[in-house]
């Protein structure tokens, strides 16, 4: 009974967009005349009209077009201008594939340089926080914190290879959330170092980072940023013809490999995707010899279905996530021979959305999800140490408006979650359940030649352990917390170069579970944690100015941040053990605590055909109460990286230069400084509807020895040694 | 004819809608129990009467004369020793009387030494040692409840000597 309204709800919904068929969908792909090489970005318009769009990084897009005759323009940097004219009448639509000529002069004599965002927000957005095609196939690797490893600001926090999970400006944990399409990825990747992410990156479209006052339209909690998993695993268009990609990578350094097919479908008038991944690795071979217990064997599959129109869209989908991998033991308080993790994580996606023709309602877009996570930690005996389970049922319901001359500029975004967590074996947690709501607005407008962005996000959060376990027993233990937060963000043409920025936040985020209930030790973890039930909420100021340097063949931006914390809760390292266990203690505490932090980016185009790169990335966090540094704090890192493009042949090398962290808490070690160098090549051949694109690549490429500071194994191995790496995509359309 | 041919189509997104939230929501496994634990800080080990050696707080203890290690026969076994818990405080408690409960070990060379137990006292907490070549190992005395270890030793180190 408890699913009938959200069925009744698609099924309404289902009926209600199918109602309309005025216009035709036109779908098409733009290519490089010479290197018959897909373009992205390219920006798509009906000329007299404002109706437009871009290409993906297939070169591929999609367009509704009205019946009657049209023109359409095609633009990209570097690219002469080209235009073609489109019949659109009853019946199918034929593919529309048109070439682009390189245009080098232009490249010198134009005033502005890649503007194809619609926004200069979405510029900078766009310049610092996305991967995708190209540059996301090269920097593939085998876990998405490895995959994002060297964007601006971004750090890994590890206890081995498997359970890797990106760190932003030094804040982790549940400070970083991790979307697909937009949808969080519920797991308990954010609650311990020993959890794997659930989010297998090789088919994904785009990786993008969101940051500011738009984090507020996700969560309140992600005072780091939005990490957003772009896959479509709900078309929301209906495709025209089949298309897909299949995939193979490999790599040395664990004798591991992963294959993955992903592919759409039409299904009458239903879109159709299906998406199914391999990847099998042995133990990580170090400079210094096998790191023990670091095996990883992932499945997934996913399947998706919707039924767009013209009005809308609504459909579902399935995925199936499931691993099993070991941790490393070794070090103080961990096994001699480690432990092995199994996770199964089941999820049901609904999606629907529905365009209106009104001048201020743009659209409605809801989400439900349902997931289902088991995780099992073993012992090397076989006895099982710690469990975890949980149900989780989440929704949206976001109404995109058109205000003040601007399209979908405003948004309403109402949110639902419940969740049911449960502990078993050794774990002292008591189960516990949580119902949270929220409502945010996000709104953009303009004002004097300032672009704005704007938001505020209030969370209702209710807590209650069920049945106590004998240590909060006699305590009064359910809380409930009402979080407020809102961000600003002004950015302003300082000339015509230079854009300059505010980004003005108050947050609260709402303590998990675990922050709030452990108490007990946690097998993989290797800890016995310690939560605290008299914990706030975790309120922050943050202050945050930036400048974008935009000029033909040169892209800089430099940020600098400060965010104060009145409670910044961590568990840390008490420097005491739990004698039946031999564990170490770690303490949830909230403290006072101050990020600090500086960013850059400088992109340098020499020529047509070289590229230069320099990210930079620094944060300096500190427990005030204390006058101590936080843990486990990113050190100041810089990633050089150059690219030559040839017509048949793209070639480069990274460099990673990362400094000692010397500023290190009580309990915890320091780590020496290391540079590390990679190169690697690419290959793209392309005929009539495949596309195989081929990189290459070695990663430290002179095998040398050096420690992450934000991993727990660092005391007694260090990071992976010299890697050969082969990733293969054939893209069909 | 097309009307119905449509309406097919939609009966058939949302039977193939209906299905995968069902597959979605089915299947969950079933989770173990979770029950309060046996947590002592210490052991010591009993021969006849004698505490001969007393482990506590991840520190084997050999003041007063006691053991720092556990010497066993080639060839041939100890006597039976009896094992009495330690409380935060340091005085003797029983072992656990919960039947979930059960002594188990972890015996980092098992070429080295092996543990003997009666048939009727197997998972209770009395063993013997039998060594099986000269040498050196270690050796984890563990509380196992159910399928997990609720209290472990430090390795104890364990010498195999001809007699």
């Given at each position: 009974?408890?699913?009938?309204?959200?069925?009744?709800?698609?099924?309404?919904?289902?009926?209600?967009?199918?109602?309309?068929?005025?216009?035709?969908?036109?779908?098409?792909?733009?290519?490089?005349?010479?290197?018959?090489?897909?373009?992205?970005?390219?920006?798509?318009?009906?000329?007299?009209?404002?109706?437009?769009?871009?290409?993906?990084?297939?070169?591929?897009?999609?367009?509704?077009?009205?019946?009657?005759?049209?023109?359409?323009?095609?633009?990209?940097?570097?690219?002469?201008?080209?235009?073609?004219?489109?019949?659109?009448?009853?019946?199918?639509?034929?593919?529309?594939?048109?070439?682009?000529?390189?245009?080098?002069?232009?490249?010198?004599?134009?005033?502005?340089?890649?503007?194809?965002?619609?926004?200069?927000?979405?510029?900078?957005?766009?310049?610092?926080?996305?991967?995708?095609?190209?540059?996301?196939?090269?920097?593939?690797?085998?876990?998405?914190?490895?995959?994002?490893?060297?964007?601006?600001?971004?750090?890994?926090?590890?206890?081995?290879?498997?359970?890797?999970?990106?760190?932003?400006?030094?804040?982790?944990?549940?400070?970083?959330?991790?979307?697909?399409?937009?949808?969080?990825?519920?797991?308990?990747?954010?609650?311990?170092?020993?959890?794997?992410?659930?989010?297998?990156?090789?088919?994904?479209?785009?990786?993008?980072?969101?940051?500011?006052?738009?984090?507020?339209?996700?969560?309140?909690?992600?005072?780091?940023?939005?990490?957003?998993?772009?896959?479509?695993?709900?078309?929301?268009?209906?495709?025209?013809?089949?298309?897909?990609?299949?995939?193979?990578?490999?790599?040395?350094?664990?004798?591991?490999?992963?294959?993955?097919?992903?592919?759409?479908?039409?299904?009458?008038?239903?879109?159709?995707?299906?998406?199914?991944?391999?990847?099998?690795?042995?133990?990580?071979?170090?400079?210094?010899?096998?790191?023990?217990?670091?095996?990883?064997?992932?499945?997934?599959?996913?399947?998706?279905?919707?039924?767009?129109?013209?009005?809308?869209?609504?459909?579902?989908?399935?995925?199936?996530?499931?691993?099993?991998?070991?941790?490393?033991?070794?070090?103080?308080?961990?096994?001699?021979?480690?432990?092995?993790?199994?996770?199964?994580?089941?999820?049901?996606?609904?999606?629907?959305?529905?365009?209106?023709?009104?001048?201020?309602?743009?659209?409605?877009?809801?989400?439900?999800?349902?997931?289902?996570?088991?995780?099992?930690?073993?012992?090397?005996?076989?006895?099982?140490?710690?469990?975890?389970?949980?149900?989780?049922?989440?929704?949206?319901?976001?109404?995109?408006?058109?205000?003040?001359?601007?399209?979908?500029?405003?948004?309403?975004?109402?949110?639902?979650?419940?969740?049911?967590?449960?502990?078993?074996?050794?774990?002292?947690?008591?189960?516990?359940?949580?119902?949270?709501?929220?409502?945010?607005?996000?709104?953009?407008?303009?004002?004097?030649?300032?672009?704005?962005?704007?938001?505020?996000?209030?969370?209702?959060?209710?807590?209650?352990?069920?049945?106590?376990?004998?240590?909060?027993?006699?305590?009064?233990?359910?809380?409930?917390?009402?979080?407020?937060?809102?961000?600003?963000?002004?950015?302003?043409?300082?000339?015509?170069?230079?854009?300059?920025?505010?980004?003005?936040?108050?947050?609260?985020?709402?303590?998990?579970?675990?922050?709030?209930?452990?108490?007990?030790?946690?097998?993989?973890?290797?800890?016995?944690?310690?939560?605290?039930?008299?914990?706030?909420?975790?309120?922050?100021?943050?202050?945050?100015?930036?400048?974008?340097?935009?000029?033909?063949?040169?892209?800089?931006?430099?940020?600098?941040?400060?965010?104060?914390?009145?409670?910044?809760?961590?568990?840390?390292?008490?420097?005491?053990?739990?004698?039946?266990?031999?564990?170490?203690?770690?303490?949830?505490?909230?403290?006072?605590?101050?990020?600090?932090?500086?960013?850059?980016?400088?992109?340098?185009r020499l020529n047509t055909r070289l590229n230069l790169e320099l990210d930079g990335s620094y944060v300096r966090g500190e427990n005030k109460d204390e006058q101590v540094p936080l843990p486990e704090m990113p050190p100041l890192k810089f990633v050089g990286s150059t690219t030559y493009q040839h017509p048949y042949l793209t070639v480069g090398g990274t460099a990673e230069f990362v400094a000692g962290q010397e500023r290190v808490d009580i309990f915890e070690d320091s780590?020496?400084?290391?540079?590390?160098?990679?190169?690697?090549?690419?290959?793209?051949?392309?005929?009539?509807?495949?596309?195989?694109?081929?990189?290459?690549?070695?990663?430290?490429?002179?095998?040398?020895?050096?420690?992450?500071?934000?991993?727990?194994?660092?005391?007694?191995?260090?990071?992976?040694?010299?890697?050969?790496?082969?990733?293969?995509?054939?893209?069909?359309? | 004819?097309?009307?119905?041919?449509?309406?097919?189509?939609?009966?058939?997104?949302?039977?193939?809608?209906?299905?995968?939230?069902?597959?979605?929501?089915?299947?969950?496994?079933?989770?173990?129990?979770?029950?309060?634990?046996?947590?002592?800080?210490?052991?010591?080990?009993?021969?006849?009467?004698?505490?001969?050696?007393?482990?506590?707080?991840?520190?084997?203890?050999?003041?007063?004369?006691?053991?720092?290690?556990?010497?066993?026969?080639?060839?041939?076994?100890?006597?039976?020793?009896?094992?009495?818990?330690?409380?935060?405080?340091?005085?003797?408690?029983?072992?656990?009387?919960?039947?979930?409960?059960?002594?188990?070990?972890?015996?980092?060379?098992?070429?080295?030494?092996?543990?003997?137990?009666?048939?009727?006292?197997?998972?209770?907490?009395?063993?013997?040692?039998?060594?099986?070549?000269?040498?050196?190992?270690?050796?984890?005395?563990?509380?196992?409840?159910?399928?997990?270890?609720?209290?472990?030793?430090?390795?104890?180190?364990?010498?195999?000597?001809?007699?």
């Amino acid at each position: 009974m408890k699913f009938t309204a959200p069925i009744l709800f698609f099924v309404f919904c289902f009926f209600a967009i199918g109602a309309s068929d005025e216009t035709r969908l036109l779908e098409g792909y733009v290519f490089d005349r010479k290197t018959q090489r897909a373009i992205g970005n390219v920006d798509i318009k009906l000329e007299d009209s404002a109706v437009g769009t871009t290409t993906d990084e297939r070169g591929r897009f999609v367009l509704h077009l009205p019946e009657g005759v049209h023109r359409l323009s095609f633009f990209r940097v570097g690219y002469g201008l080209a235009s073609r004219e489109v019949r659109v009448s009853g019946g199918k639509l034929p593919i529309l594939y048109v070439e682009m000529i390189v245009q080098e002069i232009l490249l010198d004599t134009i005033d502005v340089v890649g503007r194809d965002a619609e926004t200069r927000f979405e510029e900078l957005h766009e310049a610092t926080g996305v991967l995708s095609g190209d540059e996301l196939q090269k920097k593939y690797s085998l876990t998405l914190a490895e995959t994002m490893k060297n964007e601006i600001g971004v750090a890994i926090r590890s206890m081995g290879p498997a359970p890797a999970r990106p760190v932003i400006r030094g804040l982790s944990g549940d400070r970083v959330q991790i979307n697909i399409d937009g949808i969080e990825t519920r797991d308990l990747s954010a609650t311990s170092a020993d959890h794997a992410v659930t989010v297998e990156p090789f088919n994904a479209e785009r990786l993008e980072i969101i940051r500011g006052p738009r984090t507020l339209l996700y969560t309140a909690s992600a005072i780091g940023g939005v990490i957003n998993v772009v896959k479509q695993k709900i078309p929301e268009d209906h495709p025209q013809r089949v298309f897909g990609s299949v995939g193979a990578y490999g790599e040395t350094v664990n004798r591991g490999y992963l294959s993955a097919v992903g592919i759409t479908v039409p299904v009458g008038p239903l879109a159709l995707y299906a998406e199914t991944t391999y990847r099998n690795t042995r133990d990580v071979q170090t400079p210094i010899g096998r790191l023990a217990n670091t095996p990883i064997d992932t499945r997934t599959h996913l399947l998706g279905l919707s039924y767009p129109t013209d009005r809308g869209y609504i459909g579902a989908s399935f995925d199936q996530f499931d691993t099993q991998y070991g941790i490393p033991g070794g070090f103080i308080g961990g096994h001699p021979n480690g432990v092995d993790l199994d996770i199964d994580r089941r999820v049901f996606d609904g999606k629907a959305a529905y365009y209106f023709d009104r001048e201020v309602f743009s659209s409605v877009e809801m989400d439900l999800t349902r997931t289902f996570y088991h995780h099992f930690e073993y012992e090397s005996s076989g006895n099982i140490g710690s469990e975890f389970l949980f149900h989780d049922y989440s929704g949206d319901l976001k109404l995109f408006m058109n205000t003040q001359g601007q399209t979908r500029n405003t948004v309403l975004a109402l949110g639902f979650g419940h969740h049911n967590l449960k502990l078993g074996a050794f774990v002292f947690t008591p189960p516990t359940r949580e119902l949270s709501a929220s409502l945010g607005v996000y709104h953009e407008f303009t004002y004097r030649h300032i672009e704005f962005q704007a938001s505020a996000r209030y969370t209702y959060a209710d807590f209650d352990p069920r049945p106590r376990t004998k240590s909060i027993a006699d305590l009064d233990v359910d809380r409930i917390f009402h979080a407020w937060s809102a961000a600003i963000s002004p950015l302003v043409n300082i000339t015509d170069r230079i854009t300059g920025g505010l980004n003005l936040s108050r947050s609260q985020r709402v303590p998990t579970i675990e922050e709030l209930y452990n108490d007990g030790p946690h097998l993989a973890a290797y800890t016995f944690e310690v939560g605290n039930v008299e914990l706030e909420a975790e309120t922050s100021l943050g202050f945050e100015v930036f400048f974008h340097y935009l000029q033909p063949g040169v892209d800089f931006v430099l940020s600098g941040y400060w965010n104060e914390f009145d409670t910044y809760i961590a568990p840390r390292n008490t420097g005491e053990i739990n004698f039946a266990q031999l564990l170490p203690i770690y303490a949830a505490d909230g403290v006072a605590a101050r990020f600090l932090g500086l960013e850059m980016h400088l992109g340098w185009r020499l020529n047509t055909r070289l590229n230069l790169e320099l990210d930079g990335s620094y944060v300096r966090g500190e427990n005030k109460d204390e006058q101590v540094p936080l843990p486990e704090m990113p050190p100041l890192k810089f990633v050089g990286s150059t690219t030559y493009q040839h017509p048949y042949l793209t070639v480069g090398g990274t460099a990673e230069f990362v400094a000692g962290q010397e500023r290190v808490d009580i309990f915890e070690d320091s780590t020496d400084g290391y540079a590390v160098f990679g190169i690697y090549a690419q290959r793209d051949i392309n005929t009539d509807h495949t596309r195989h694109s081929i990189i290459i690549s070695v990663d430290n490429l002179l095998d040398t020895e050096y420690r992450n500071h934000l991993s727990r194994i660092r005391s007694v191995m260090p990071e992976t040694g010299r890697s050969l790496k082969v990733h293969y995509k054939m893209f069909f359309f | 004819m097309f009307f119905a041919r449509k309406s097919l189509q939609r009966t058939f997104a949302a039977v193939a809608v209906l299905a995968l939230f069902v597959i979605g929501c089915g299947s969950d496994d079933p989770m173990s129990e979770h029950e309060e634990h046996f947590e002592p800080e210490g052991l010591v080990l009993i021969d006849s009467g004698n505490r001969f050696f007393r482990y506590f707080e991840g520190q084997i203890d050999a003041s007063g004369g006691r053991a720092d290690h556990l010497e066993v026969p080639n060839g041939g076994l100890t006597a039976k020793w009896t094992i009495m818990f330690l409380d935060h405080d340091g005085d003797e408690i029983a072992p656990p009387d919960d039947p979930d409960d059960s002594f188990t070990w972890e015996i980092a060379d098992a070429t080295v030494v092996e543990v003997h137990q009666e048939p009727a006292d197997v998972g209770k907490f009395e063993f013997q040692l039998r060594g099986l070549k000269a040498g050196e190992t270690t050796i984890e005395l563990q509380v196992a409840h159910d399928d997990h270890i609720d209290f472990r030793t430090i390795p104890i180190p364990v010498r195999v000597v001809d007699q």
